[in-house]
């Protein structure tokens, strides 16, 4: 039997060898994932780069639940981790851990994700007491969009600091296993992971944070424009427009199917 990475073995590598983590929305993706991957996090973002919404407000827990149970089922080894979609938590601790179960037993995920700090802490100790390991997520948080005024790097003004402190120490105190740090200056993501006990797994947070983790897509240069925190480690948009533009030309000049692919 092969077993999965578990969030507690997530939360013992804080400070240890860097925890390294990916986006997936599908099962093929997952399963190339995994091999590299400590745990893979099926992210709202898939509203997206999936489905052409211009945030993430619009994405249900259907839609967490179908590309969720895809993740699962491609994989054998990660830890899966699902986020919580907009309205799906905030309301009351209660309301959170009714979608969260939901979330946790149609997909078999070993863990969710919610975003907040302070705001959200009661909600993180009401879930994790009651078996449902939660990966929080401070910072620059997407679901609030409209109340930040788009999507901004946080901690530039050192005056929000104490805050955004606050917030990661009471996503730890809570009983979260691990903590993404998402669009902060360096040294606020240094300070943060050196003064919490559980991991900060880094997005647009520096090299500070115990772990990393990117949307799949944009690290694969799958879109046209990618966010100055992303490194484009493959060319895919091009790859697949060569190929799709080759196949147009080869149906077209009857080149394609050709001897190899026709039954004789
Ligand atoms: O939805 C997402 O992909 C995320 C990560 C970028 C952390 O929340
Ligand atoms: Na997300």
Redesign the pocket.
């Known amino acids: 039997v092969i077993r999965r990475v578990t969030a507690p073995q997530i939360a013992a590598r804080k400070g240890g060898e860097p925890i390294v983590s990916l986006?997936s929305y599908h099962a093929h993706t997952a399963a190339i994932v995994e091999k590299y991957a400590d745990f893979i996090?099926v992210?709202?973002?898939?509203g997206m780069v999936m489905h052409g919404m211009e945030n993430?407000l619009g994405v249900s827990i259907e839609l967490m639940i179908v590309h969720g149970k895809a993740v699962v089922r491609g994989t054998k080894r990660a830890l899966i981790v699902v986020?919580m979609p907009f309205g799906s938590y905030e309301e009351s601790p209660e309301v959170a851990f009714r979608n969260a179960a939901r979330i946790m037993k149609e997909t078999q995920c070993g863990a969710v994700?919610l975003e907040g700090g302070v705001s959200m802490a009661e909600t993180i100790r009401f879930l994790t007491e009651r078996g449902i390991p939660v990966m929080g997520?401070t910072g620059l948080t997407?679901q609030s969009t409209h109340v930040m005024g788009g999507f901004k790097t946080q901690g530039r003004d050192e005056e929000q600091w104490p805050d955004l402190i606050a917030d990661a120490k009471a996503v730890e105190e809570a009983g979260a296993f691990a903590v993404?740090l998402?669009g902060l200056v360096e040294p606020l993501a240094r300070k943060i992971t050196g003064e919490i006990s559980i991991p900060t797994?880094g997005?647009g947070a520096s090299a500070a944070c115990d772990g990393q983790?990117?949307?799949l897509e944009d690290m694969l240069g799958l879109g046209d424009w990618a966010p100055k925190f992303v490194k484009v480690y493959g060319k895919l948009g091009p790859m697949i427009e060569e190929a799709v533009k080759t196949y147009a030309e080869e149906v077209k000049d009857r080149s394609f199917p050709g001897e190899d692919q026709v039954y004789r």
């Open positions: 986006t996090l992210g709202d973002s898939l993430t986020d994700k997520h997407p993404v998402e797994i997005i983790i990117l949307v």
